[in-house]
């Protein structure tokens, strides 16, 4: 790519993770190469299993968390992970070997003081030319959505889980 932008999927709907995985998949059938830094999140789902089987040579999945923190307490090792996770984007960035880098769930990140914002706006603005910067996450912040170039806001109009549904092997994890 000659020219890379940055999208923003935000919002307290469904399928910003989605979304941004099938940008990857999207991008790999083309032959780019994606970087996704997983903020906040542990759990190995069903999206890594085919990752690391068949796609591993274009797309790269690390987690930098100690699971979801949206109905807990955050800690200093969730602080630590994600501190870890933003020194590894900066260097997966000016490495050149990737045309995509996903920040999945870095929003959540930032809302609780796991990252500054102003470490999010640097990378931001530090952005090399050619790649593309996919951020996700509930909460982005005025600043980042001024600074985006794309911003989807999923919003929910309904959803299964209100009536007792659970996340589903294959759909939601």
């Known amino acids: ?36 830094a997983q903020f906040i999140k542990k759990q190995r789902c069903s999206e890594h299993r085919i990752i690391e089987e068949r796609l591993q040579d274009l797309i ?24 870890k996770g933003l020194a590894e984007v900066r260097k997966v960035m000016d490495s050149g070997q990737y045309d995509i880098v996903v920040l999945d769930e870095v ?8 990252i500054d914002l102003a470490d999010l706006l640097d990378i931001m ?7 593309e910067l996919v951020i996700t996450g509930r909460y982005a912040e005025e600043q ?3 600074k985006a170039d794309l911003v989807t806001e999923m919003k929910v109009i309904k959803h299964y889980r209100e009536k007792g549904t659970k996340a589903r092997r294959g759909i939601e994890r």
């Open 107 to 114: 929003n959540v990140a930032v809302r609780y003081g796991l």
């Open 125 to 131: 603005e530090k952005k090399p030319e050619a790649i």
């Open 144 to 146: 980042v959505i001024e």
């Open 60 to 83: 790269t999945v690390k987690q930098y968390g100690e699971g979801l923190i949206l109905r807990r307490k955050s800690t200093q090792s969730d602080a630590k992970a994600a501190q």
């Open 1 to 36: 790519m000659k020219k890379g932008y940055i999208q923003v999927y935000t919002g307290d709907g469904k399928g910003k993770t989605t979304a941004a995985l099938g940008l990857a998949l999207r991008a790999a059938g083309a032959g780019l190469r994606v970087f996704v």
